[in-house]
């Protein structure tokens, strides 16, 4: 589950984590009001669970209460990368002298928590690794001791401070991890980590994504989950409906595949041959022709989509099946995006006969697959 902005800052606020002074509206005239309390330039950003609002048009600085009023008539209501604006979060501008990002999430390998930090915040931490991967410090914690506060005095140290200011954000750190640790998550960032003007910190940003199956464990957040489909796409919630799993990303490469971990093992191919997908589609284990024709109908869907990536290998779920479902859905809507297809395993020869006959190709393995599909998105 994914908390909003103002969702996560609370929950910082309660473990001791400083955020800016600030309320959520619904309406202009409401955003109005809190500036109007707050008597300080604000900051007026959408709530909407997605990573780069900023460049997406979805925060405005305002300095005075008409200028918030106005900033949030021109968000609510708006669509923005595929989700509705409803709430706004209008809090105060920060004098910031330097800004840091600060997180900690799941190392799957490990099995265990890592907490990371660099001294360039304020940009997605997979930019900061893509460009600056040396000023990515990663610390391992040990999921039997948890983070020693020690540690927490390394990483401030190895990110330029001394004295009060290490010990200040020495002291954040380790609360970010109480945060981590105490809700189950699978995330919780704060981007930037403001050095502020008085030479504290303040998180003047705040995700937090909560593992799911970890929900039971936390009573409020399971009376959030209607409203939780708020924050979906009309996408995602179609593809609920129709017992789907799919999560949209900000790639060009649409993916459909059978089993969460063939299809995340796909995402990183992508990615490794140089191209960005645009979602996250799994169709479980034996998917019929129907439940692939709804899978392709809605990766098709997405205007960013310029090739479809389907890499299904056949167990309990039938190439034949899975070929009778690509080709109705082409069927019904001629294909306009070029569609490559990986399809081994379970009634393989039937599937692939099916898809030649329909005029569609079939690679042999899913490295050649990746690296065309890649080719013709870039």
Do not use: W
């Not at 996408?235 to 999560?247: D, N, P, T």
């Amino acid at each position: 589950m994914r908390l909003l902005e103002y969702e996560a800052k609370a929950i910082f606020s309660r473990y001791g984590i400083p955020v800016p002074r600030g309320r959520v509206a619904s309406t202009p005239a409401g955003a109005r009001r809190v500036a109007e309390l707050l008597r300080k330039p604000v900051v007026v950003k959408a709530q909407v669970a997605i990573a780069g609002r900023g460049r997406a048009g979805g925060i405005k600085f305002a300095a005075t209460p008409d200028e918030a009023e106005a900033a949030a008539a021109s968000l609510i209501g708006r669509e923005l990368k595929g989700f509705k604006v409803r709430r706004v979060l209008v809090e105060e501008q920060l004098k910031i002298a330097n800004e840091l990002f600060l997180g900690v999430t799941v190392d799957r390998v490990a099995k265990s928590y890592v907490m990371l930090a660099s001294p360039v915040g304020g940009v997605e931490v997979e930019e900061i690794a893509s460009k600056s991967p040396e000023k990515i410090i990663k610390l391992p914690i040990d999921p039997l001791l948890g983070l020693r506060p020690h540690k927490t005095r390394e990483i401030a140290e190895m990110l330029g401070y001394r004295r009060e200011k290490l010990l200040s954000l020495a002291d954040l750190a380790l609360r970010l991890f109480h945060v981590a640790s105490s809700y189950d998550v699978e995330l919780a960032e704060a981007n930037p980590l403001a050095e502020v003007a008085e030479g504290t910190f303040c998180a003047a940003d705040a995700r937090m994504i909560i593992d799911d199956n970890a929900l039971y464990r936390h009573p409020e957040l399971e009376k959030r989950r209607p409203r939780a489909e708020a924050d979906l796409t009309p996408r995602e919630i179609k593809a609920s409906e129709k017992g789907l799993s799919y999560v949209e990303l900000d790639g060009n490469i649409g993916v459909i595949g059978n089993g969460a971990g063939l299809v995340m093992a796909t995402l990183d191919l992508i990615r490794l041959k140089g191209g960005k997908p645009a979602n996250f589609l799994d169709v479980g284990g034996g998917a019929s022709a129907e439940k692939i024709n709804a899978a392709l109908n809605i990766v098709l869907s997405n205007p960013n989509v310029k090739v479809v990536f389907i890499n299904i290998l056949g167990g309990v779920t039938k190439c034949d099946e899975v070929a009778t479902g690509i080709v109705r859905a082409l069927q019904a809507k001629p294909r306009r995006r070029p569609i490559i297809i990986r399809l081994t395993g379970t009634h393989e020869a039937e599937g692939i006969k099916i898809l030649q006959e329909a005029g569609l190709q079939v690679l042999r393995t899913m490295e050649d697959a990746a690296q065309r599909a890649v080719e013709i998105a870039t």
